[in-house]
């Protein structure tokens, strides 16, 4: 049994992100279930004065709660200008600062989704350097990089209807288990 939280970086109605992360609950194995993480929106600008002066924000506090009350966590973003969207990093960049760091030996896979050739992957090996920083596990592969996004997902049902794709998550997901198995010792 896993509890993912799924952190979304994509702020958009029609996010392809947030229809890929809609995607998951119908491709996981067995005993994998999926709970939507805060808005990553829903935190202020990270800076250190008013960390200093006021403490961690509620928000902030519930995001971290969120990471922290899960097994493990998928994180689904769009990439912008070849790096995360920086709502997305604010995020990260708060709950890092915290005592009890919710990220630290915490499973975390990627996913990323695009209308472009390379599928959001330069985000992803950016969050792979941010998230090892702040000691994190990173599940290694296979990755999941949606190219062309328009073409894989229904525009009127908003599904993902690509099977190519489809069977990539599914590997991932048993991948991710099984590498949750391994780091929590329950291999
Ligand atoms: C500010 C900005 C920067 C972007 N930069 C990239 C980029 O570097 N690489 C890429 O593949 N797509 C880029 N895009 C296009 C996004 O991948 C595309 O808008 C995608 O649909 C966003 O994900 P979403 O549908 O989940 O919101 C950018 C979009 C925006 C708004």
Known sequence: MSNVLVICGSLRKGSYNAMLARALPALAPDG???TPAPRVDTMP???FDDQNTSGFPASVAAFADAIRAADDVIIVSPEYNWT???TLKNAIDWVSRMKDQPFKDKPVAL???SGALLGGSRMQYHLRQCLTSI???IFGRPEVIVTFAPQKFDEKT???KDQPTRDMIKLQLAGFAAFIRKVSGKA
């Open 158 to 160: 908003l599904e993902l």
């Open 84 to 86: 995360s969207p920086g």
């Open 135 to 137: 000691d994190a596990l």
């Open 111 to 113: 996913q990323s989704a």
């Open 45 to 47: 600008h990270y800076n």
């Open 32 to 34: 994998m279930t999926f």
